[in-house]
Structure formats: structure tokens, C-alpha cells
């Protein structure tokens, strides 16, 4: 068999056997398919897409080009947790203290950032001393002791995602949504999980523009998950404005600190939504209500810090981000952006802009070789509904230079607006399936 | 602007600008656009084809990419004469002596086989010492010298061809019209023509199998030929059956020889057909008919003969393929098929099963690496209309060995067929434009 023929049955669309798709997944895994002969065909797909039983096997056999984590003596259900990235969206940190608190044993594989929405490794790695890769016998050890780990994604899970990934970006093919479930859930199921919990964002700053192709993607992503054996939870969850107050790696650290603490805003309500949702069908409580009391209480009671201590130590931070007082490095400027639109109720603080203001002061990734500055990011003041007075301060950027701070800045101020009537925000979670 | 985008604007069907194709055709030429991209863009063009004013530009930038020949000095009009390739397709072998015995001048670029269709670098070379590859200078020295030259095709033009056909036949996108067409037209302008004659094939042993898609690939060359100031005349012809009695390259070049010695069958009508066609649209008459009468007097009276012989001599042939005792290699084993299907008259002697004979008598390429066999080939002794009697001979296979004689025989007598009643042949040019 060679891989014209797969092209061409791709491009005709009479569509590819389980055969051709495990040849696939194996000859990008290990370079014996030329690049050039995968993008042909990962264009093909774009038109001709997976139908749901070519999903489930391109999954599989993509989990299966490398290793594949064994959780046995993990105390089950074995958990993963995945977003599919946001402006400002430190959920991961919350949540993961957060849930082992609540007994559940979570081991996550995470990836690095690329445009506007961050990645929780980076965020992580900004912390000094924070190992973000841990061996397959590490995570299971630190899983073993204290309920959670963490590890940045390996060449050693699924390798043909990460040929066909790296591939995509490169030749505008990303946003297949059959492409996109079978990266995402052959990792999940090269890292051992049993069941996925997940959080579809939908809006400016998320990689689904609208409810309608979030709707899409989650519907394609819970029918993989039935055909492949490992169940998917899914939370719709609302991208238009930035999550939280912290936009950047160190930042939002700090934020996820400040609510492990006891801190609530609209990113807390979404942390405790999520823990709940994934109580629930962990099968910890048998209603969302009680799952949400376990989480505030878990929040409350010093339980998720308590565990968040431990984890940052077991990975090998070397700085208390939980201490009250702050020893983490700050950007050398400090920029504080006034509202310019006049006297109102903020009815746009537009996620992409100041995704896209993160990434140029130098906190998010261009392409994949850039080297990201931790410090760098935009605090914002303000969020959809609230009040706010003329000139009153709306953001503050946290920059290397002066010159970045006032482009930023400008950036921003393009992406805010304000109206004289009250606006009410989006709900924070859009639907659950 | 990075290529990325452009696959993009492709993709969408918004469609690329004059500048986007410019730097595509220099990436391919230079290799500084990875294949990767270069496959996703001609997967994309499948599926969104370039409109005509795109399909110029693209030929044009593809034919700047390299060296461009100036025939300056040589009689007016500068022609070259192009076939889309078929089954015993060795016409350009009588047609360039032809012509140039009538008084044009024609330098011609010329390619290898691939698949079912030989290529005529491959036929020639199977002449002891025939060079193929003259630089540019001794094609112009030479056709002024005698009137015709000829030269496999060379990296030195339209590079960037080079670069996206290898591509296009790595990953099923060679059918995409316009991109045939800027591949085909690229080159001819590159090569110094003013003008074209084209030959496209129609039929099972055809580049395009059916009537209705080589009429489309004809316009589509007749009007980027408009486009590009390079007038192109059509001729779509019949290829259901091999044309002629010889299939294989050392076979080719002995038919072609007998053709301008005097010998008359359907193949010596289509070259006479050709050569009327062009010396009308060359302006050396007024009619198709007096083209007729001046072509058949070219080969009757020798002139033809004669100027082949000079040519041949002119590119080194060492063997004098044109005498009446045949000096050329022969094949191993010679095998004679039988009609198997009783007695009646010829309803189809198939020429994708002859052309696929002969590759698999080595005869032909399945890929770029193979090495041919020059005296490899079936003679096919019957055609569609003639009667046939029970176990008449009706091909002679020429083999390297016994068992492969037999295996290519087999495949012969699968596409041969009888019928009871009276079978008229398909016209054999089936439209002119």
C-alpha cells in the first residue's frame, strides 16, 4: 500500500479504511511518510473530512504510536482535564489541587501555548524550579503520594500528534474539527486517562470563535470519546472577555494563588463549576449542588491550598507563590491604562485584544521557536457589566519597556468599549454534555 | 508575507493575488518554501482551482523561475509541438522532420514517461548515442543549421515545475487542470515559443479518459495561451487504442523510421493531419487541405526521410535507424498472441492494457527510479475494425524473458474483444480548436 492511495481515497471522498489510517498515524509517528505527503492529506481531510468511525480510529491509532501510560495502582477513576485554551485561562492550576482535595487522583498531560490563548506550561515553568517533565514512572509516583502531576507533553505519548500538529500549523489545516479531536483525546489516551473532563472555550479569545462551532467540536469530541471506550465531560464555557483578573505567565500564577487562598472572582465561580461537573461524573457525589459544596468547601477550608503547596514542591518549585507576600519577579514597567470611552457599564473587554497585547509585550508565542517572557501581562480592572467612571483606570500592563507598555496600551483601548445603558455579561458556563 | 497565508487565501476560496503565485513559483524554483507547505497549497488548489486570470500569472511567474530561451536568430514563427502523452504515441518523431521539411523551424522540449504513456526522451535515448540533452546554445546552433532541435527537459527551466510535478505526483493532485496546464505552458514559454500545437489525447490510453475532460483541459489551454500572448492550436485525438502498430520505445522509433521511409497506416495519418494543422496556423498556407497535399508530398518525395536522417546525425545517433535492414537491438524472446475471442471483427484492442503491458515488460516506468528497457514492447498486428479470424495472430510481445512474455500476454488478451458485427473505429482527431 502507499500513501498516494490514501491521498487519493482521502480526496475522492470515498473516505479511508482502518488500515490506511493506522499506516497513517504510524509513518508520521515515525518519518517514514514525507512530510509533504501529510499535508496533502491533512488538506484533503479539510474537505473531505473523518467521518466519526475514521475519528475513532485515526485516535486510536495515533495513541498507540508511542507509549502509553499505565495508571494501574492509581486509585481510579483515572482522571484528565483539558481546555482547549484561553485568554487569561489559569483554570488547570486551580483545578487540579483542587480536585485531588477532594480525593480524586488527576494526571495531566499539558501543552505549551502558540498565539493568544497560553499554555499551562509555560505558566508553570514560569514559576522558578518548576519541572514541567516528569517521566512516566515520576508522574505515577507523585500521582501515588500526594493525588495529582503534571507533565509537559512528550515525544514519547502519541508522537504522530505531534507530526501532525507542528504540520498543521505550518499549512493552515488546524481548525479540522476531526483533526482537532483526535489530537487531543490520543494524547488523553496515551496518558492512560479513563474519562476526559473538558472545557470547550467559545468566543473572541477561544479557540472556537462562536457557540455554534464550539457546539460542533464538543459534540464531535463526546462521540469519539463513547467510540474510543474513555467517556469526555464537557463544559461550553464563555471566551469573549479575558477569565479572571491576570493575563500573562507569571500572573496568572499569582491569580491562581490568590484564589487557592480564598479568593473569588468569575474565574473562581468557573474553577468550582468545573470541579463539581467532574465530581459528578467521577462518580465522588451524585449532584452538581453537593459537588459545588464539597468545592467552596475545599476552597475554603485551606484543603486545595494545602495541596497546591504540595504539588509546587513535589515538582521542584523553589519560590512560595502562596505566601501572602509576593517573591515572585516582577516586569520592570508598570503601565495603568484609564478608561477613554467615557462614564458607563463596560460592554466589551475583548479577550483577543488583549490576548493579542500579551503576546506582542513579549508573554505569548508568535511562533513556536519564541522565548517567552514570564513576567510579562495585562491586569484587567474591569469586566463586562461592571460600572466605570471617566478616566477611572482599566487595565495595567506589566511590561519590559515603556515603549511596549504604551503599544500595548493602545491595543487594548481598542479592545474596550462601554455603553450608557447596564449590560449584562454572558453566562460563564454556555452548556454541559 | 509567509506561505502559510497563502494556502490560507486559497483554501477559503478567496484565492491568491499575482504577487502570492509569484513568490510561490520562486519558493518552489528555490526550495525555499518547504514541500510541506508547497503539497497543502496544491491540495487546497484541487479543491478551489485557479481561475484563468490566476492560471496566467502562475505560468508566467513558473517560466521566469529559470533560464529562458531566446531563439532570436531563427526563422519566425518559433513553434513547439506538444503531446499530452499516449499509448504508442511516437508522433513527434515524424512530425518535427516533417515539418522542418516544409520549411518551419522547431525547437521542441521534451520529457520523460511516467506510467502507460512512454515519453519521447525515453524513445530517443533508446537510439545508440542519440543525445538528449543539448544546452541551449547547441539547440540554437542546431536548429538553425537544419531546422529542428530537441532537448529533454532541464532543470535550467521553469525549475519551479520541476518542484511541484515531482510533488503533484507524490500526492495525488497531478489532475487539477489549471495546474496541468501552467506545468505544460510554463515550459513552452520558458523554451522560447511564440506558439504551440497541441496534441491532447482522449481515451482509457490517454492522459484524460474521457471526451469531455480533455475538451475542458483544452479550452483551459487555449485560453491561458491567450492570456500569456502564446497562441496554442488544438488537436484532441482519439487514444482508446494504441496508436500504430508499435507499443515500447526501440519499437516506437522503428515505426516512426517506416512511417518516414514511405509507410502508411493510422498513425502516418495523424502526423500528416498534425503537420497540415500547423502549417496552416504557421501561416505557410491558407488551407488545411494544401497542408494536407504539402506534408504527404514531404514524405512520399523524401524530404521528410532525409531531414530525419540529419537530425538523427545531428544529435549523434550512432546507428542508422532509417535503413531498410534494421541495425537496432532486439528483445530475448519474441511471442506471438492469438485472437482467443473467436472469429469476427475488432471491437476494441485496449490501450491502458497494452500501455500497462509494456511497463510491466520493462518497458515503461511505475516510478521516477525505474530503469527502461529499451527493446521491450508489444506490436499490435490487429486494430478496431478489422476482421479477425479464430486464432489469428493479433499481437507479438518482445520480452526480456519467457515468463514475463507470458504474464504480459495474459493481460493483452484481457483487453481485446470481438464482435459479430461490422465495428467502425472512433474518428481519429475528434475535434480541432
Not at 524550579?129 to 495529582?148: C, D, N, S, V
Not at 470611552?341 to 513579549?362: E, P
Request: proline letters at 5%; glycine letters at 10%.
Amino acid at each position: 500500500m502507499d500513501f498516494q492511495s490514501v491521498i487519493a481515497n482521502r480526496k475522492s471522498g470515498q473516505g479511508n479504511t482502518h488500515l490506511e489510517l493506522q499506516m497513517l498515524a504510524i509513518g508520521a509517528a515515525d518519518h517514514s511518510i514525507p512530510d509533504y505527503q501529510l499535508s496533502a492529506w491533512l488538506m484533503a481531510e479539510c474537505f473531505q473530512p473523518l467521518n466519526e468511525e475514521e475519528t475513532a480510529w485515526l485516535t486510536v491509532a495515533m495513541a498507540k504510536t508511542g507509549a502509553q501510560l499505565d495508571l494501574t495502582g492509581l486509585p481510579k477513576p483515572w482522571i484528565d482535564k483539558h481546555s482547549t485554551g484561553g485568554v487569561g485561562d489559569k483554570t488547570t492550576i486551580v483545578l487540579l489541587p483542587l480536585l485531588a482535595s477532594c480525593g480524586l487522583t488527576i494526571v495531566k498531560m499539558s501543552g505549551r501555548g502558540l498565539g493568544i490563548t497560553g499554555g499551562t506550561v509555560d505558566k508553570l515553568e514560569s514559576v522558578p524550579g518548576f519541572r514541567m517533565h516528569l517521566t512516566p514512572e515520576e508522574l505515577k509516583t507523585q500521582a501515588a503520594a500526594i493525588g495529582l502531576a503534571i507533565s509537559g507533553q512528550t515525544s514519547h505519548l502519541a508522537p504522530a500528534d505531534k507530526t501532525l500538529y507542528e504540520l498543521r500549523d505550518a499549512t493552515a489545516t488546524v481548525e479540522s474539527i476531526p483533526l482537532i479531536v483526535s489530537s487531543i483525546l490520543s494524547k488523553k489516551l496515551a496518558g492512560g486517562a479513563e474519562m476526559v473532563v473538558l472545557d470547550v472555550k467559545c468566543g473572541s479569545g477561544g479557540f472556537m470563535p462562536d457557540f455554534e462551532s464550539a457546539k460542533k467540536l464538543a459534540l464531535a469530541l463526546s462521540e469519539t470519546g463513547k467510540r474510543i471506550g474513555m467517556p469526555v465531560y464537557i463544559s461550553i464555557t464563555e471566551m469573549e472577555q479575558p477569565l479572571g483578573r491576570m493575563v500573562g505567565n507569571l500572573l496568572e500564577v499569582q491569580e491562581a494563588a490568590w484564589v487557592l487562598r480564598g479568593g473569588t472572582n468569575r474565574f473562581t465561580e468557573l474553577c468550582v463549576e468545573l470541579a463539581a461537573h467532574t465530581l459528578v461524573v467521577a462518580e465522588c457525589t451524585d449532584s452538581h449542588e453537593k459537588g459545588l459544596s464539597i468545592a467552596w468547601a475545599a476552597l475554603r477550608e485551606g484543603r486545595a491550598l494545602l495541596k497546591a503547596k504540595q504539588w509546587f514542591a513535589a515538582q521542584g518549585a523553589e519560590v512560595d507563590v502562596f505566601g501572602i507576600k509576593d517573591r515572585l519577579p516582577k516586569a520592570k514597567v508598570q503601565l495603568t491604562v484609564s478608561n477613554p470611552k467615557g462614564k458607563g457599564y463596560v460592554s466589551k473587554v475583548d479577550a483577543r485584544s488583549v490576548g493579542a497585547a500579551v503576546v506582542h509585550l513579549g508573554g505569548g508565542r508568535e511562533v513556536v521557536t519564541d522565548i517567552i517572557d514570564p513576567t510579562a501581562g495585562v491586569e484587567c480592572l474591569k469586566h463586562v457589566g461592571d460600572q466605570v467612571e471617566e478616566d477611572e483606570p482599566i487595565f495595567i500592563v506589566h511590561a519590559p519597556s515603556n515603549h511596549l507598555a504604551e503599544q500595548a496600551a493602545e491595543q487594548l483601548r481598542e479592545g474596550f468599549e462601554v455603553s450608557e445603558e447596564p449590560v449584562k455579561p454572558l453566562p460563564l458556563i454556555l452548556e454541559t454534555l
